[in-house]
């Protein structure tokens, strides 16, 4: 009877315990996530911007051209003979019938005798080549006197841009002698032909004001303007999107999300866009990272340009 009570109390001990066990966690099961109702993702894109502004632009034909003196006089000896002594040297400033050089006139067996070369004009010595032993004769440049007070540039513009251009035409001029500086001139001669050979129609600027510092001989890069906007509203060129065959521009809005706003470009200068309608000046507007927005797209701007580029 105990052996038959011990079992029984050994049974009901080992039921009791396989009861009480929790089973096991499988660690592969999947777990879930509360997910609130309602609750929405947006997406955040990272763009480049920049501040539109109303400025002056200037739209232009860029040629290159050399400086050289309005009027130029040749000088030439009154007879021939030996150059026996000179005067004067590249760069003086001469007055007119002064002297400048001597030509021995004078034969074997004769008496020496000095002729005197004379400056035909007053202005500046810009070239000389001869020397003093050098043979001339009358028909013999032997110099060239050069009014420097008011200098010219001449160029050559092809053909398909001469209807662009007009007399008193402005123009800006830069030199590699003064980099970062830059020169104003305007048109005063226009070729009634062209260069059959060339294609190309002469064109003659003048320094307008002259200055002192741009001499015969250098090389002018010239930008003829031939469109000037004023006070209009200036983009980057990069700003610009084509959606529906329109030409348009996302603006970033005060809570970063942008709106797409259709626009009507002006002229275009470089890497930059005269807008004529849609814009008010002062927008941000996005330069990179167009690719995937739309209107109440939200955006970040990782870069802001506010500097007015400087017209060209």
């Known amino acids: 009877m105990k052996k038959t009570l011990s079992i029984i109390l050994s049974v009901l001990l080992i039921l009791f315990f396989v009861g009480c066990t929790k089973p096991a966690q499988n660690p ?24 539109s502004y109303k400025g002056d632009l200037n739209g232009y034909l860029e040629f290159g051209g050399d400086v050289s003196a309005v009027s130029s006089v040749d000088v030439l000896p009154d007879t021939s003979g030996k150059i026996s002594r000179i005067y004067v040297s590249v760069g003086d400033v001469v007055k007119k019938d002064q002297v400048l ?82 020169f104003t001139a305007k048109v005063t ?3 009634p032909v062209l260069d059959t050979s060339t294609r190309t129609m002469s064109v003659t600027l003048i320094l307008d004001p002259p200055d002192s510092k741009i001499k015969i001989g250098m090389y002018a890069r010239i930008k003829l303007i031939t469109d000037h906007k004023s006070n209009a509203i200036i983009i980057p ?54 690719t995937l927005l739309n209107n109440g797209t939200k955006v970040n701007i990782v870069s802001l340009t506010e500097e007015k580029i400087e017209e060209k």
């Open 28 to 51: 592969q099961a999947p777990q879930e996530v509360f997910n609130p109702q309602g609750s929405t993702q947006q997406t955040v894109f990272a763009v480049n911007a920049f501040l």
């Open 101 to 182: 050089a001597e030509v021995d006139a004078s034969r074997p067996g004769m008496t020496y005798s000095a002729s005197p070369v004379k400056a035909p004009v007053s202005g500046t010595i810009t070239s000389f080549a001869s020397s003093v032993g050098n043979m001339v004769a009358p028909s013999m440049t032997i110099g060239r006197i050069s009014s420097t007070d008011k200098l010219e540039i001449k160029t050559s513009v092809p053909e398909r841009f001469i209807s662009k251009i007009k007399l008193n035409q402005k123009a800006i001029l830069t030199f590699d002698a003064y980099p970062g500086e830059t």
């Open 189 to 191: 001669k226009i070729s």
């Open 237 to 290: 060129t990069t700003a610009l999107v084509t959606r529906s065959q329109e030409q348009c521009v996302f603006v970033v809005n005060p809570d970063d999300t942008v709106t797409l706003k259709k626009v009507t470009v002006g002229i275009k200068v470089d890497d930059m866009v005269e807008i004529l309608s849609g814009l008010e000046g002062n927008e941000k507007v996005v330069t990179k990272g167009q």
